[in-house]
């Protein structure tokens, strides 16, 4: 993470151990203080993948929020 080498970090823990808090909130805090987006939810990161790998740029328009009413 500190070599920039990453551009998204996806973390959910798979259980709820104290190895596994503690690992997954350095992961975590990294990625929040090198600004690099981060998605701790594995349904949103479901969707996430699949909007990303199936819509083109052209698909997606930057649009005001009242446009999307």
Partial sequence: LHNKE??????????????????GYKIRRAAIDL?????TNARLASAFIYAFCTMSI????????????
């Fill in 6 to 23: 990453v551009d998204m970090v996806v973390n959910i823990p798979k259980n709820l151990t104290e190895g596994e808090l503690s690992n």
């Fill in 35 to 39: 600004n690099i987006p981060l998605i």
């Fill in 58 to 69: 052209d698909d997606i328009a930057i649009m005001s929020w009242d446009e999307y009413k």
